[in-house]
C-alpha cells in the first residue's frame, strides 16, 4: 500500500461493491485537489466486513472504522468513506430496511443476488396497493487531517432520503439492487430508467453524500486548510 507522503487527504472507498464505486467516485473526485480518491480494490485490500448492527447509521460506521483501522498506519491523513442503504417500504412495516441487501430467502453464507431480492420484493407486495416505499442511505466517515503539526480524528454521518413507490414489475436497465422497481416520486421514472449522471442528481445515497461533503469541507476548513491546495495553512 502507497504512504501518503505530503498534506494529501487519502478518501477510500470502504466498500467492495463495484456499483457503489461507480456513484460515489464521481462526486467525490472534484472537491478539492486536497483530496485523492481510491479504492479498497484498488489498494489491493479484501475487507469482507459483516454488517452486524441493527441500524443503517451503526452498519455504516462499523465499515468506515474497520477500513480506517486497516489503513491509518500506511496513510496519516485519510478518510474512511462508507454507506449504509435501506428501501423501507411502508407495507411491509419497513420492511426491509437493514437487511435490504440479503431480504431474499438464501443457503447461508451466500448473499442473495440484486434480481433475487426484487423478485422477493415483488412477491411480498403481490395484492397489496400500498405501494410507499422510501430510500434512506447513511454516510459515514471516520478520518484524521492535518492540524498544525499533528492530526485531527473525527467521525460523521449524514443522511439521505428519496421517497417514492414500488413498481408492479420492473422498469429500465441502468442502476441495481432494487433501481429497477422504485418509482422516484418527483420524476415517474424508475432509477433504473435514468443514467448514473441523472440519478446523482437526485438519488438518496447523492444527497446524503452532498451533505457529506458540505459537512467535510467545514471540518477541514475548521483546522486551516486549504481547499484549493494541498499545503496546509501554518
Do not use: W
Not at 48 to 70: H, P, V, Y
Not at 78 to 96: F, N, Q, R, S, Y
Not at 123 to 148: C, D, E, Q, W, Y
Amino acid at each position: 500500500m502507497p504512504e501518503n507522503t505530503d498534506k494529501t487527504i487519502t478518501i477510500i472507498l470502504a466498500t467492495g461493491n463495484p456499483d457503489k464505486v461507480k456513484e460515489l467516485r464521481p462526486m467525490l473526485e472534484n472537491i478539492s485537489p486536497l483530496f485523492k480518491v481510491t479504492t479498497l480494490n484498488e489498494l489491493g485490500i479484501e475487507a469482507d466486513i459483516e454488517e452486524t448492527e441493527q441500524t443503517l447509521e451503526g452498519n455504516a460506521m462499523l465499515k468506515a472504522r474497520a477500513i480506517f483501522s486497516l489503513c491509518s498506519q500506511q496513510l496519516p491523513f485519510m478518510i474512511a468513506l462508507a454507506d449504509d442503504t435501506g428501501l423501507e417500504v411502508d407495507a411491509l412495516k419497513g420492511a426491509p430496511g437493514v437487511y435490504s441487501a440479503r431480504y431474499a430467502p438464501s443457503p447461508a453464507g451466500i448473499a442473495p443476488t440484486y434480481e433475487e431480492n426484487v423478485r422477493h420484493l415483488l412477491h411480498s407486495l403481490n395484492g397489496i396497493t400500498n405501494r410507499i416505499a422510501r430510500f434512506r442511505t447513511v454516510i459515514a466517515l471516520k478520518g484524521s487531517i492535518p492540524s498544525g503539526e499533528t492530526c485531527f480524528g473525527f467521525e460523521h454521518t449524514a443522511e439521505g432520503v428519496v421517497t417514492g413507490n414500488i413498481t408492479a414489475e420492473q422498469r429500465g436497465n441502468e442502476g441495481f439492487g432494487y433501481d429497477p422497481v422504485f418509482l422516484v416520486e418527483s420524476t415517474a421514472r424508475t432509477y433504473a430508467e435514468m443514467s448514473t449522471a441523472e440519478k446523482n442528481t437526485l438519488s438518496h445515497r447523492a444527497i446524503a453524500l452532498k451533505k457529506a461533503i458540505a459537512d467535510l469541507k467545514d471540518i477541514i476548513e475548521c483546522h486551516s486548510i486549504s481547499l484549493t491546495s494541498t499545503h496546509t495553512h501554518q
